[in-house]
């Protein structure tokens, strides 16, 4: 069993930064592929990042790519993720998950962090 819980969102400009973070506890996340997610009002949750257990595999949604960068540090159990040159489309609660190694679905969800920015 694996608790995350996200931290760092809030109300920024267009054009400015985040950075959210994923604490997890329980089982060690290193054991887990991670990810992000986000869910706009009236929208479907969608991918954003994801990060392979050793870091070492990275993909990203192409809505995010050159801004975002995730990544992770298994000595303290944490993911980030780095939202740069943000725009009011980047709008979204943003969730972290986990997934166990070579599943393709994540079996655990945080809670979510809001993100808003303004124009």
């Known amino acids: 069993q694996v608790q995350l819980s996200e931290s760092g969102g809030g109300l920024v400009q267009a054009g400015g930064s985040l950075r959210l973070s994923c604490a997890a506890s329980g089982r060690t996340s290193s054991r887990y592929g991670m990810g992000w997610f986000r869910q706009a009002p009236g929208k479907e949750r969608e991918f954003v990042a994801n990060?392979?257990?050793?870091?070492?595999?990275?993909s990203y949604a192409d809505s995010v790519k050159g801004r975002f960068t995730i990544s992770r540090d298994n000595a303290k159990n944490t993911v980030y993720l780095q939202m740069n040159s943000l725009k009011p489309e980047d709008t979204a609660v943003y969730y972290c998950?986990?997934?166990?190694?070579?599943?393709?679905?994540?079996?655990?969800w945080g809670q979510g962090t809001q993100v808003t920015v303004s124009s």
């Open positions: 998950a986990a997934k166990y190694i070579g599943a393709s679905t994540y079996a655990y």
């Open positions: 990060i392979s257990r050793s870091g070492g595999s990275i």
